[in-house]
């Protein structure tokens, strides 16, 4: 398995590039949030790889960081969905937010990816809620907490868990508060919309 590629980026043609590893050029396909990413053609590069062996051929597809190459490989383990699929989800949105939309399970927000449809959306949500990692949960309760300051957001999210709320409930609750909101008025602001819920 080739895990990671460092060399020089030859040549952009989205979503291919080329990068040029001591006189050995590797086509690499990267979901658009990396090429974006992307240094300009002739300067050093590397990339997180994930390499898929099929009988046609070998492709490999690299990524910027190590949470968007384990989403792409989380992605790939659910039934009918291929690496282009993955791909496509990976350049809709970044690995954040998809976290968040599994979180909220959200299948709107899926299904603005091109060649999702609302049923894909919906497997891919329920089949993702424990597959990504603990990380990416913990950022989407940050960025559900509309930026609240990380350690607030994390310690605001615990105490709606602890009292029995679940961890959808937890973040739509979380969604209007402040950034400078203080642990115990973001608790008291959350509890208050979940009672209205109720």
Known sequence: MIARITGVLVEKNPPSITVDVQGLGYEID??????YNLPAAGEKVSLHTHLIVREDGHFLYGFASQDERSAFRQLLKI???GARTALAVLSGMSVTELAQAVTLQEAGRLTKVPGIGKKTAERLLLELRDR???TLATASARVGAGDTAPDAASDIMNA???LGYNEREAL??????TPEVSVS??????????????
């Open 132 to 134: 990504l990692p603990k």
């Open 185 to 198: 008025d973001g608790i008291r602001a959350a509890l208050k919309l979940l009672s209205k819920g109720g």
């Open 172 to 177: 739509s609750a979380m969604q209007g508060l």
């Open 30 to 35: 990267v979901p658009m949030s990396t090429f």
């Open 160 to 162: 709606l868990l602890a």
């Open 79 to 81: 039934s009918g969905i």
